[in-house]
């Protein structure tokens, strides 16, 4: 049981992969961290199915907090192929842009292990199961957040009208480290490498129509692998499910505001990170990028701040917010663009997107821009 009489410098609501990342940045600070992380009820084990493309940026976060996972749970991904409804292509391998990988695959599961672990040895960090007061209260509950609209936050969502389904699936064929694409009329599909560069098994992620989910869901899984393996072409051969299948609603939303003090009269405030404050499509995989991009900001602009300022000052909670929002809406937007174009069903838009592919592939500085800017490098 923690010390009740023990003062916390942040106290983070949200015990996921971008909270605990947040309490082990701050802890490397020498602020003292309260890690809200209610006993989970307990029930029959399923496999998570749920895999995270991270780019460079993110896994130098993780390295060099001793948690990135290990390579049977990492996947580099050397390449990647996109394809559109007619037959439009775009490419990216990881040898013309001088990197190691375009990015990593992670196994959920493993990652949560890593930073579980490591905040358990954190001796800045105490678990609590309960929120405690703090100076600064970090909110990285999710999309569903109750703290967010406890303090009065509007978050303005876009529901989108697909679902994605996600599951995983062992292929005939070699995967070789590429990660696949398909965007056709009916929905989006992906294809994650996983299980290392010669592995044979994929995280799945398909976003369709939300009137097609259920029959999909319910579908006997010989007429579900025969559909997948007949959108990707056959690319990696014979299909075989290995997974449940899991789905949620999609959606683009983001919060109002980003901070704010917990009242007037108050010297504490509270800060938005992660899916909490922005949803974005998941058909490029940045998801979890932005939420860890927000926890590096910061813990960045906390660790630079005055000696005499407080984690809780709001001119640094400001600069954070002003920051976060202007690299997340170039992101925002292309994602729902992309989304929206990929929707219209009508034969002249399918044309001119079959076009724009064309030409982006074509396109030189800007498909490596583009490639940099997903991997973090700018």
Same mark, same amino acid.
């Given at each position: 049981?923690?010390?009740?009489?023990?003062?916390?410098?942040?106290?983070?609501?949200?015990?996921?992969?971008?909270?605990?990342?947040?309490?082990?940045?701050?802890?490397?600070?020498?602020?003292?961290?309260?890690?809200?992380?209610?006993?989970?009820?307990?029930?029959?084990?399923? *496999?998570?199915?749920?895999?995270?493309?991270?780019?460079?940026?993110?896994?130098?976060?993780?390295?060099?907090?001793?948690?990135?996972?290990?390579?049977?749970?990492?996947?580099?991904?050397?390449? $990647?192929?996109?394809?559109?409804?007619?037959?439009?292509?775009?490419?990216?391998?990881?040898?013309?842009?001088?990197?190691?990988?375009?990015?990593?695959?992670?196994?959920?599961?493993?990652?949560?292990?890593?930073?579980?672990?490591?905040?358990?040895?954190?001796?800045?960090?105490?678990?609590? *199961?309960?929120?405690?007061?703090?100076?600064?209260?970090?909110?990285?509950?999710?999309?569903?957040?109750?703290?967010?609209?406890?303090?009065?936050?509007?978050?303005?969502?876009?529901?989108?009208?697909?679902?994605?389904?996600?599951?995983?699936?062992?292929?005939?064929?070699?995967?070789?480290?590429?990660?696949?694409?398909?965007?056709?009329?009916?929905?989006?599909?992906?294809?994650?490498?996983?299980?290392?560069?010669?592995?044979?098994?994929?995280?799945?992620?398909?976003?369709?129509?939300?009137?097609?989910?259920?029959?999909?869901?319910?579908?006997?899984?010989?007429?579900?692998?025969?559909?997948?393996?007949?959108?990707?072409?056959?690319?990696?051969?014979?299909?075989?499910?290995?997974?449940?299948?899991?789905?949620?609603?999609?959606?683009?939303?983001?919060?109002?505001?980003?901070?704010?003090?917990?009242?007037?009269?108050?010297?504490?405030?509270?800060?938005?990170?992660?899916?909490?404050?922005?949803?974005?499509?998941?058909?490029?995989?940045?998801?979890?990028?932005?939420?860890?991009?927000?926890?590096?900001?910061?813990?960045?602009?906390?660790?630079?701040?005055?000696?005499?300022?407080?984690?809780?000052?709001?001119?640094?909670?400001?600069?954070?917010?002003?920051?976060? *929002?202007?690299?997340?809406?170039?992101?925002?937007?292309? $994602?729902?663009?992309?989304?929206?174009?990929?929707?219209?069903?009508?034969?002249?838009?399918? $044309?001119?997107?079959?076009?724009?592919?064309?030409?982006?592939?074509?396109?030189?500085?800007? *498909?490596?821009?583009?490639?940099?800017?997903?991997?973090?490098?700018?």
């Amino acid at each position: 049981m923690p010390d009740m009489a023990q003062t916390f410098d942040v106290c983070i609501r949200g015990a996921g992969i971008v909270g605990r990342t947040l309490a082990l940045l701050l802890a490397r600070e020498r602020l003292r961290v309260a890690l809200v992380a209610p006993p989970q009820p307990r029930s029959p084990q399923q *496999k998570d199915v749920r895999a995270y493309a991270l780019n460079a940026s993110s896994r130098a976060v993780l390295q060099s907090l001793r948690c990135w996972p290990d390579d049977e749970d990492a996947t580099p991904v050397v390449g $990647m192929q996109v394809f559109g409804d007619l037959d439009g292509q775009v490419q990216f391998d990881a040898a013309s842009q001088d990197v190691p990988a375009l990015a990593w695959i992670v196994d959920v599961p493993a990652l949560e292990q890593r930073l579980a672990e490591a905040v358990r040895y954190q001796p800045q960090v105490e678990i609590v *199961k309960e929120p405690v007061e703090a100076a600064l209260t970090a909110v990285c509950e999710g999309r569903s957040s109750s703290t967010r609209t406890e303090f009065g936050v509007e978050f303005s969502v876009t529901p989108y009208s697909q679902h994605a389904i996600a599951t995983r699936l062992s292929c005939e064929l070699a995967h070789g480290g590429i990660a696949r694409q398909w965007f056709t009329p009916e929905g989006i599909l992906a294809f994650l490498p996983l299980g290392g560069a010669e592995g044979h098994e994929v995280a799945v992620v398909w976003s369709l129509e939300q009137s097609l989910v259920p029959d999909w869901l319910e579908s006997d899984e010989e007429s579900f692998t025969t559909r997948l393996q007949s959108i990707s072409q056959d690319a990696l051969g014979r299909l075989e499910l290995v997974a449940e299948r899991a789905t949620w609603p999609l959606q683009q939303a983001v919060a109002d505001r980003w901070c704010g003090p917990l009242d007037r009269n108050s010297q504490q405030s509270w800060v938005l990170a992660g899916d909490a404050a922005h949803n974005v499509h998941p058909l490029a995989g940045q998801g979890l990028n932005l939420g860890l991009g927000d926890v590096q900001t910061l813990a960045r602009i906390l660790q630079e701040r005055d000696y005499w300022r407080s984690p809780a000052d709001l001119k640094l909670l400001r600069q954070y917010e002003r920051e976060r *929002k202007a690299s997340l809406a170039p992101m925002g937007l292309a $994602m729902d663009g992309l989304q929206q174009l990929f929707a219209r069903p009508e034969v002249p838009v399918q $044309m001119l997107r079959n076009w724009g592919m064309k030409g982006f592939e074509r396109s030189g500085l800007l *498909k490596s821009w583009m490639a940099k800017q997903a991997m973090g490098l700018l």
